[in-house]
């Protein structure tokens, strides 16, 4: 009896002592850290879409910048100094494909340098992270101030209303916003529809023309639509 009472008092020790030796942060720290990765997401991803004017980011990849610096800090969180875990988590990480394609080098690298932000907040770095992010952000305006941004080629396709085309509006606006345009294809059956070759200034918005093309409905053009040309 004497033996068994001794045993639980020892058991209760030793996860009181293991109590005692967590943090009293635990784990709070840990989410200032992973909110911290979010900040500086946002932040980076901001100044980015406020200097990419020539090819407005998605809403999609917007979202897919912040959760992978909160991944990083989620998994250097979970790593922290297990090395089993470390390569645990790199081999599920190898089983991930990403399905939709990057196509600018650019997202790419500010993918990864989120990554590295975010890992950065995970091992609780936050100064350093902090830096990073405000290096990042310099280094996206000054590159583009820098490096000169060429017009862009698309496709656009218009649908009218009915089975006139307003031909006479859609020249307005493309000469209001500067694009140069060539006639490609043009349907006629329940609704007109014409394809276009455009030139967009890099400074246009892609949206603001489609905008002033459809007119809230009232110009005779119920759908427009655009993408890049197909490459040979």
Same mark, same amino acid.
């Given at each position: 009896? !004497?033996?068994?009472?001794?045993?639980?008092?020892?058991?209760?020790?030793?996860?009181?002592?293991?109590?005692?030796?967590?943090?009293?942060?635990?784990?709070?720290?840990?989410?200032?850290?992973?909110?911290?990765?979010?900040?500086?997401?946002?932040?980076?991803?901001?100044?980015?879409?406020? +200097?990419?004017?020539?090819?407005?980011?998605?809403?999609?990849?917007?979202?897919?910048?912040?959760?992978?610096?909160?991944?990083?800090?989620?998994?250097?969180?979970?790593?922290?100094?297990?090395?089993?875990?470390?390569?645990?988590?790199?081999?599920?990480?190898?089983?991930?494909?990403?399905?939709?394609?990057?196509?600018?080098?650019?997202?790419?690298?500010?993918?990864?340098?989120?990554?590295?932000?975010?890992?950065?907040?995970?091992?609780?770095? @936050?100064?350093?992270? /902090?830096?990073? /992010?405000?290096?990042?952000? /310099?280094?996206?305006?000054?590159? &583009?101030?820098?490096?000169?941004?060429?017009?862009?080629?698309? @496709?656009?396709?218009?649908?009218?209303?009915?089975?006139?085309?307003?031909?006479? +509006?859609?020249?307005?606006?493309?000469?209001?916003?500067?694009?140069?345009?060539?006639?490609?294809?043009?349907?006629?059956?329940?609704?007109?529809?014409? !394809?276009?070759?455009?030139?967009?200034?890099? +400074?246009?918005?892609? &949206?603001?023309?489609?905008?002033?093309?459809?007119?809230?409905?009232?110009?005779?053009?119920?759908?427009?639509?655009?993408?890049?040309?197909?490459?040979?």
């Amino acid at each position: 009896q !004497t033996g068994g009472a001794a045993g639980t008092f020892s058991t209760t020790a030793v996860v009181s002592d293991a109590l005692w030796a967590t943090p009293w942060g635990y784990p709070f720290s840990e989410l200032v850290q992973l909110l911290s990765a979010g900040v500086i997401a946002v932040f980076v991803t901001h100044v980015q879409n406020l +200097h990419q004017k020539d090819r407005p980011m998605n809403r999609s990849m917007e979202q897919a910048q912040v959760l992978l610096a909160v991944a990083g800090a989620l998994i250097m969180i979970i790593i922290g100094s297990s090395l089993a875990r470390a390569f645990g988590i790199a081999g599920a990480a190898g089983i991930i494909r990403f399905r939709t394609p990057v196509e600018d080098p650019k997202d790419v690298t500010v993918l990864f340098l989120l990554m590295g932000l975010g890992m950065a907040c995970g091992i609780g770095a @936050l100064p350093i992270a /902090a830096l990073g /992010a405000l290096f990042l952000a /310099a280094a996206i305006v000054v590159l &583009d101030k820098l490096v000169a941004v060429k017009p862009r080629v698309m @496709l656009v396709e218009m649908t009218a209303s009915g089975r006139e085309f307003p031909l006479a +509006h859609v020249v307005s606006v493309f000469a209001q916003f500067g694009v140069t345009w060539e006639p490609l294809e043009f349907t006629q059956g329940n609704e007109a529809e014409m !394809t276009y070759r455009t030139t967009l200034p890099a +400074h246009v918005s892609i &949206d603001e023309v489609s905008e002033a093309l459809v007119g809230g409905g009232t110009r005779g053009l119920g759908a427009v639509s655009w993408e890049p040309p197909k490459k040979s």
